[in-house]
C-alpha cells in the first residue's frame, strides 16, 4: 500500500467507520473535509493518469467535487461538475439520469454544453465508485457532447471492477 492509501486507510480506521459497503468517512472526505488530504488524494490519482492527455476532469454534484478540483489542479485543467438542478440560466444542456444507491432516489445531471467541446478528452473523478450509476449518467453526457472518457478515478472503488483507477479498493478495507 503506498503512503497515501495507508493515510486514507489509517484516517478511515481512526475517524470514520466501515458496516459492509458502507464506508463512512464524513470527518475528513465528504461533509467536513481535510484540504490537505485531498491534495495529496488528487495528486495520486493525477499521477495515474499522468500520460493521458486531458483537457478537463469531470464530476457529479457533489461530494466528487473537492476531488475532481484537486485533480484537475495537478492536471492544470479545469474541472465541471454535473448540476443537480437546471438554472434557469443553463439555457442549452445535456442531461442524464443517475441512481444514488446512498440516498435511494434517482436525479438527473445537467452540463450545459457551453462547457463541453466535441473532441475534448475528460477524466471522471468522484469520491466513490459503488455501482456505477454516476459514471454511467457522465459516460451518456460526455458522448452526447461528442467528447471521449479516458478513465475513470475516485477516492475509494466499492466494486469488482479493476479498470477503474482508485486510492483504496474493499479488499484494501477487509477485516485482517
Known amino acids: ?10 484516517r478511515i480506521r481512526r ?10 468517512v464524513d470527518r475528513f472526505l465528504n461533509h467536513m473535509v481535510d484540504p490537505f488530504l485531498i491534495d495529496r488524494l488528487g495528486a495520486e490519482l493525477y499521477h495515474k493518469f ?9 464530476t457529479a454534484e457533489s461530494s466528487g467535487i473537492m476531488i475532481a478540483q484537486a485533480i484537475a489542479g495537478h492536471c492544470g485543467v479545469p474541472f ?34 457551453e462547457v463541453i467541446q466535441p473532441r475534448e478528452r475528460l477524466l471522471f473523478a468522484d469520491d466513490f465508485y459503488a455501482a ?3 459514471c454511467k449518467a457522465i ?7 461528442g467528447a471521449t ?3 475513470t478515478a475516485v477516492i475509494i472503488n466499492k466494486s469488482e471492477r479493476r479498470d477503474i483507477e482508485a486510492i483504496l479498493t474493499m479488499d484494501d478495507l477487509a477485516p485482517g
Open 80 to 113: 465541471i461538475y454535473a448540476k443537480k438542478k437546471r438554472p434557469l440560466t443553463m439555457r442549452e444542456f445535456y442531461a442524464a439520469s443517475s441512481y444514488s444507491f446512498t440516498k435511494q432516489e434517482s436525479t438527473t445531471l445537467y452540463v450545459s454544453k
Open 132 to 134: 456505477g450509476s454516476t
Open 15 to 24: 475517524e470514520g467507520a466501515i458496516d459492509g459497503k458502507v464506508i463512512k
Open 50 to 58: 499522468a500520460e493521458r492527455k486531458i483537457d478537463k476532469v469531470i
Open 1 to 10: 500500500m503506498n503512503p497515501v492509501a495507508h493515510e486514507l486507510y489509517q
Open 139 to 145: 459516460e451518456q453526457i460526455i458522448e452526447q457532447a
Open 149 to 151: 472518457l479516458v478513465g
